[in-house]
């Protein structure tokens, strides 16, 4: 790619990307753009698409181009932690970097996925993690180990952790047990029983497996165990509906978000990575929703 041509481009100039592959549907620019202009910021925010093995040499290459940072999204969160010339601690412990901040020619790895989590709950729930007994489905990749670790962080009561590898969410539960003596770690079995059984005694429910993405997927949970005290996070998103477990936690008058919030906030934090000050969520969240609707 030639990028001096790539970086000319654009008016306003090209300051601030999302990488992966493929990236066309990412809908990270129709959020971000309204924002920078908002806030009077000659940038713009544009997809680059950057094959697998490629994620270094690109830092590189936004860096010298002045860009200001990056978000980084499947599938080169992993390799873009072995990219970056610093890694936030939390970027560390949840072993992945989904946002690149450029300071001083220092190329800086964060990961918003866990705080992105946190302020979520916090605006569709007015809750706070730290107060609430947590149960993650599907705690044996890279979305449960963020919301698992962030829950361990802040250390909620409880947390309970299953996936249908059971090995990876045994492996989980050692290392978030170390983070914090205070909350109760918990492995269940990938069964409709086991988890129907723990429902009871838990408050937050959070699907971090990719089922209910397409609408051939089965049920998460059965429907009937979902209780109207209960929130639901979904952190899949379906521009074309609702996903099977948000229906159902409707019908039983449960609170629910799925991962459309999840975006936002996690733009937000981006945004705050690069610039000062609170980021304009409001112009963020309607340049996403208008971005989805089309
Ligand atoms: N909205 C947002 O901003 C946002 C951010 C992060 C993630 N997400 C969403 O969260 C989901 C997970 O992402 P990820 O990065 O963690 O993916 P990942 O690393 O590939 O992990 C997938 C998880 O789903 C489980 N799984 C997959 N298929 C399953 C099935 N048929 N039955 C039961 N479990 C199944 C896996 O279990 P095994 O370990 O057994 O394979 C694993 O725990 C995706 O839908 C992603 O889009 C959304």
Redesign the pocket.
Known sequence: MNWDAVAGRFTPPARLAVIGDPIAHSRSPQMHNPALRARGIDAQYIRVQVPAGQVAGAFRQFARCGFLGVNIT?PHKFEALDAVDVIDPLARQLGAVNTLAVRAGKLHGHNS?GP?FLRSVKEAFGAEVKDLRVLVL?????????VAVQSALEKCPQLVLA???AE?AQALAGEVAKLSPQTVVRVIS?TDEAVSAMLPGVDLIVN??????KSA?GRLLPAAVIEARHLIFD???RADGETPLIADAKKAGAKVVD??T??LH?GAISFEHWFPGPAPLEVLREGLHMAVKM
């Open positions: 499947i996925d992105g599907g705690a044996g990749g890279g979305a449960g180990r963020a996936n249908r590898t990876k990938w971090a497996t990719s089922l209910g993405m997927d952190m899949v998103y991962g459309l999840l975006l996690q």
